[in-house]
Every structure is written in C-alpha cells, then in structure tokens.
C-alpha cells in the first residue's frame, strides 16, 4: 500500500485530507477509523491487487454441480484469488490502482482472505 500511495500523490493527498478531517472530530481511534471510508478503499484495492493468498483450496464435502460440471465428493476445488481479482469480466481496468471502486460494493469475486468480507 504504501509502495501504491508513494506512486499516485492525488490518491496520498485524499487519504491525507481524510485522515486531517477526521482527526478535528475528536473521535476516539475506533471511531475515526469507522470514518475513513476512503482509507478503507485504499487497504481494499491493495488487498485486490495483492492479496494475502493468492490461491485457496476446498475440498467438496458432498457431490455437488456447477453449470454443467459435475463434482464429485472428496473433489479438491483449487481458486486463484489473484486471477479472479485481476480479471476484466469483473474488474474494470484490473491492472490499475484504483481505490475509487470499492466506495460502492465490490463484485462478489472480491475474496482478499479467501472469504467474502
């Protein structure tokens, strides 16, 4: 995040002014760091563009079927984290640091932890 912040000076001088905003209110830090909404979108875009695990796997407890795939029970299902957040079916301009995407609710493939958050 900080490498990202230290490369976009606009997006650094929103957090900035955020952070300075907040900090008049007089709010305790739990409080204030409810506040920071696009504070929140900064963590979230890095957590998208790197994420912590970038691949996951579950194992089917059950037979189960996707579409038209069949999966048995037993069946290791692997899921590239890093590929669903870097694909432009849901991502616009994946590749880019965007924060501003996440000050509405992010696609349902947004998964940092492996979980939707």
Avoid: C
Wanted: charged residues 25%; neutral net charge; without cysteine.
């Amino acid at each position: 995040m900080v490498h990202q912040l230290a490369q976009k000076p606009k997006i650094l001088h929103k957090v900035k002014e955020e952070v300075q905003a907040v900090a008049r209110e007089h709010l305790s830090p739990y409080e204030q760091l409810s506040q920071m909404n696009y504070g929140r979108a900064v963590v979230q875009e890095t957590l998208r563009k790197y994420p912590p695990a970038w691949i996951i796997d579950r194992k089917a407890l059950k037979p189960d079927q996707v579409g038209e795939t069949y999966i048995p029970a037993e069946t290791l299902i692997a899921i590239s984290i890093i590929e669903l957040h870097h694909n432009p079916d849901y991502w616009k301009l994946p590749e880019k640091f965007d924060p501003d995407r996440f000050l509405s609710p992010p696609p349902p493939v947004y998964i940092p932890f492996g979980i939707v958050p």
